[in-house]
């Protein structure tokens, strides 16, 4: 699983149990959507944004990858941490291709 820049990395302790790399650490930083997507899918399954606009930047059925989107009020570890739990359920069944957003309710 790849965490897009715009996450903050310690949201990636709610994830234990999934191998978690930032975009940074694979060496991804700077690379828009598309580049972006197509250059991560040969090493990662999943991006994991807050990026609200991916989805209509991209032609969903045509995705190297999944991508989870958490969709909270801000990019902050506080607003995120609640979407978490859910997030972990969607990664047991997200496949290539899919993109899934999880919001705050």
Do not use: H, W
């Not at 991804?28 to 972006?36: D, E, H, R, S, W």
């Not at 990662?44 to 032609?59: R, W």
């Not at 607003?79 to 957003?101: C, M, Q, R």
């Amino acid at each position: 699983m790849l965490l897009d820049e715009c996450v903050p990395r310690r949201i990636r302790r709610k994830f234990d149990g999934f191998q978690v790399t930032t975009i940074e650490t694979a060496g991804f930083k700077g690379l828009k959507n598309g580049k972006l997507l197509a250059a991560a899918s040969a090493d990662f399954d999943v991006l994991v944004t807050v990026d609200k606009n991916l989805g209509y930047q991209q032609n969903n059925a045509t995705l190297p990858m999944a991508v989870l989107l958490l969709s909270a009020y801000s990019n902050r570890v506080e607003d995120l941490e609640p979407l978490a739990e859910e997030a972990v359920l969607a990664l047991a069944t997200i496949s290539k291709g899919d993109f899934v957003e999880i919001k705050r309710k």
